[in-house]
């Protein structure tokens, strides 16, 4: 029997949700912390360049192979180019959508902490030193973690259930706006603090003495995080996509927004750890430590605190839909499983991810890989390697191995779009720049150069 395939009920309603995917931890939690530990103003340049010159590229790649096929990425390929072996890449999806949402989801734990810590009154009232050992007093509590992991896993899947319609649309089309409008009050709230220039200076100037190879590394992965590249989940979400939504206008604008988010974040966090005399280099903690003491120095602090807790965890929820989407639809359209239990399937695989993430900076913290404890090598491997690896294989794939009127007739929904030079420049980069940057990354990784 064939499964029936859930679709958006609108065509605003996809693009909020792919949105939703894009915007998340990655921006709000990754980047900050990325930026400030490569120097900021040099990374940030790169990030950008990245996003450009990569990631609007292999967004629309994984938009046309989706939509244009309805599947996900293995039916997709069997039905574009028969017999072609870049299908198998769809494990390498499945795989690091699975690696990366487990570790996500921790962090995601932690965000309902400290929503219930400000929501109950007490997140506020420490000092920024008390705030640092107030996060790692948390995190190195096994129960308490995997407790805030486990409940945020359960949401999850609730979500999941009612299926991508009801769930995802709904919650995307409202919290995403707020949580922009957060942002903004944010923004103008550092920027008064005392001492905020000197924030912007490091965000802004750039020197690439700060930055090296790892930083480049860092960067290129943090763009793919943001858009949610490589791992098949676009290609996923644009197979719900109605056929007359213009793809190159829909990657512009998702991946401007994703943007805009991560900068907002940068703007809110970065004067206040200056003004605050704080480190830019605290790694993943660094929000944590940040923002309470931001929250504080507002009137009402609390109420800010509670509200941007709630929309920071609607925003990381979107995302790990998205991201369990990607098993979850693999396994019906690859096995003609039903849909419930491709969700249960999922959510054991991953709760075992996540729970043992979790317990990395406790029970587990002696266990190392590659010298990182299981969360921070999840949260390296994860966006550096299958993701710039799913990236590197869709480049080539669209930009060599598929008919160029397919990419043609995806783009310009017929011809109905003009793409003068906007398609040029997507083949170009999926042909030469994509390829060849992320090849000189995975040069770098094996000590090459
Ligand atoms: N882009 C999300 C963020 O910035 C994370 C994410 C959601 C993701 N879905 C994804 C990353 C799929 C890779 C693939 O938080």
Same mark, same amino acid.
């Given at each position: 029997?064939?499964?029936?395939?859930?679709?958006f009920a609108?065509?605003?309603g996809?693009i909020a949700?792919?949105?939703?995917?894009?915007?998340?931890?990655?921006?709000?939690?990754?980047?900050?912390?990325?930026?400030?530990?490569?120097?900021?103003?040099?990374?940030?340049?790169?990030?950008?360049?990245?996003?450009?010159?990569l990631g609007?590229p292999i967004?629309?790649?994984?938009?046309?192979?989706?939509?244009?096929?309805h599947k996900?990425?293995?039916?997709?390929?069997?039905?574009?180019?028969?017999?072609?072996?870049f299908?198998?890449?769809?494990?390498i999806g499945?795989?690091g959508?699975?690696?990366?949402?487990?570790?996500?989801c921790?962090?995601?734990?932690w965000?309902?902490?400290?929503?219930w810590?400000?929501?109950?009154?007490n997140?506020?009232?420490?000092?920024?030193?008390?705030?640092?050992?107030?996060?790692?007093?948390?995190?190195?509590?096994?129960?308490r973690?995997?407790?805030?992991?486990?409940?945020?896993?359960?949401l999850?899947?609730?979500?999941?259930?009612?299926?991508?319609?009801?769930?995802?649309?709904?919650?995307a089309?409202?919290?995403?706006?707020?949580l922009?409008?957060?942002?903004?009050?944010?923004?103008?709230?550092?920027?008064?603090?005392?001492?905020?220039?000197?924030?912007?200076?490091?965000?802004?100037?750039v020197?690439?003495?700060?930055?090296?190879?790892?930083?480049?590394?860092?960067?290129?992965?943090?763009?793919? &995080?943001?858009?949610?590249?490589?791992?098949?989940c676009?290609?996923t979400?644009?197979?719900?996509?109605?056929?007359?939504?213009?793809? &190159?206008?829909?990657?512009?604008?998702?991946?401007?927004?994703?943007?805009?988010?991560?900068?907002?974040?940068?703007?809110v966090?970065?004067?206040?750890?200056?003004?605050?005399?704080?480190?830019p280099?605290?790694?993943?903690?660094l929000?944590?430590?940040?923002?309470?003491?931001?929250?504080?120095?507002?009137?009402g602090?609390?109420?800010w605190?509670?509200?941007?807790?709630?929309?920071?965890?609607?925003?990381?929820?979107?995302?790990?839909?998205?991201?369990?989407?990607i098993p979850?639809?693999?396994m019906?359209?690859?096995?003609?499983?039903s849909?419930?239990k491709?969700?249960a399937?999922?959510?054991?695989?991953?709760t075992?991810?996540?729970?043992?993430?979790?317990?990395?900076?406790?029970?587990?913290?002696?266990?190392?890989?590659?010298?990182?404890?299981?969360?921070?090598?999840?949260?390296f491997?994860?966006?550096?390697?299958? &993701?710039l690896?799913?990236?590197?294989?869709?480049?080539?794939?669209?930009?060599?191995?598929?008919?160029?009127?397919?990419?043609?007739e995806?783009l310009?929904?017929?011809? &109905?779009?003009?793409?003068?030079f906007?398609?040029?420049y997507?083949?170009?980069?999926l042909?030469?720049?994509?390829?060849?940057?992320?090849?000189?990354?995975?040069?770098?990784?094996?000590?090459i150069?």
């Open positions: 029997m064939k499964q029936k395939r859930i679709g609108t065509r605003m996809a949700a792919t949105v939703g995917s894009a915007v998340g931890l990655g921006n709000i939690w990754r980047f900050p912390y990325q930026a400030g530990e490569n120097g900021g103003g040099a990374y940030i340049l790169v990030y950008l360049i990245c996003v450009l010159l609007i967004m629309m790649s994984e938009f046309v192979i989706g939509r244009s096929t996900s990425m293995k039916g997709a390929v069997e039905e574009l180019t028969p017999g072609s072996p299908k198998l890449f769809a494990y499945v795989l959508g699975l690696l990366i949402c487990g570790y996500y921790v962090v995601c734990g965000v309902i902490e400290y929503l810590s400000s929501a109950s009154g997140l506020l009232g420490h000092t920024p030193e008390e705030y640092s050992n107030i996060f790692s007093t948390f995190v190195s509590s096994p129960w973690c995997v407790m805030w992991t486990l409940l945020f896993l359960i999850n899947f609730l979500v999941l259930n009612r299926g991508v319609e009801k769930g995802i649309e709904r919650i089309s409202f919290m995403m706006p707020l922009f409008l957060l942002l903004i009050v944010f923004c103008v709230n550092s920027l008064l603090l005392p001492d905020s220039d000197e924030g912007m200076e490091f965000l802004f100037d020197d690439f003495d700060d930055l090296g190879w790892k930083g480049v590394v860092d960067a290129m992965g943090q763009a793919f &995080m943001s858009l949610s590249l490589g791992v098949t676009l290609i979400y644009s197979s719900y996509f109605k056929d007359d939504s213009n793809l &190159m206008k829909d990657a512009v604008t998702i991946s401007g927004l994703d943007t805009l988010v991560a900068i907002l974040a940068g703007i966090i970065f004067p206040a750890v200056f003004s605050f005399g704080l480190e280099n605290a790694g993943p903690k929000i944590f430590e940040i923002l309470p003491t931001i929250f504080q120095q507002m009137p602090g609390t109420i605190a509670t509200l941007f807790f709630l929309l920071l965890f609607f925003a990381s929820i979107t995302s790990t839909i998205s991201l369990s989407e979850i639809t693999f019906i359209d690859e096995y003609k499983i849909r419930g491709a969700i399937i999922t959510a054991v695989l991953m075992i991810i996540a729970v043992l993430s979790a317990l990395s900076f406790s029970t587990l913290s002696d266990v190392k890989l590659l010298g990182r404890n299981l969360f921070d090598f999840l949260d491997v994860g966006p550096n390697f299958f &993701m690896l799913g990236g590197l294989v869709t480049a080539i794939y669209v930009g060599w191995v598929l008919k160029k009127d397919v990419i043609h995806q310009t929904n017929g011809g &109905m779009h003009r793409s003068r906007v398609q040029p997507i083949i170009f980069s042909r030469y720049i994509a390829p060849v940057a992320i090849v000189i990354i995975f040069l770098y990784y094996v000590g150069i």
